[in-house]
């Protein structure tokens, strides 16, 4: 692995750690139904670029925080193939909350992409 790579792997640990939660948001928001981690796992997983980097434990705390912050509810159902499985849909305050999100991800990656094109002022 060259030091190239080292600092890529690192950036990219970085940029993961802080949009996941935003991510999630989004994914929960979208969905017509609850989903179970799973499930987000393997949504992450087709919309290209694995934003997770293969951990899908990873997944599982954020979730459980995002719940226990009132973003996300949760429930528990019995699955015909394996243990039981927890769902989670986003809360009204959920929705409040990625709105704000979105609004400071659009004004952070604008601003990045303003100075790495030199468009800056």
Sequence with gaps: MTE???HLKKFQKELSAGMV???????LDQA?????GYQIAKR????GEAVLTGKQSA?????????ASGLLDSFVEPSVS????????ITENGRA?????TNTWDA???????ILKGEQS
């Excluded at 017509?32 to 179970?36: F, I, L, V």
């Excluded at 952070?108 to 303003?114: K, L």
């Design 59 to 67: 997944l599982y705390p954020v979730l459980r925080n995002l719940s």
């Design 21 to 27: 939660s935003l991510v999630l948001l989004g994914v």
């Design 4 to 6: 190239t790579d080292i």
């Design 32 to 36: 017509s139904e609850p989903m179970y």
């Design 44 to 47: 992450f997983e087709g919309a």
């Design 108 to 114: 952070t990656r604008s601003f990045v992409d303003s």
């Design 82 to 89: 394996g243990p039981p499985r927890r769902y989670y849909r």
């Design 97 to 101: 909350v990625l709105g704000e999100w």
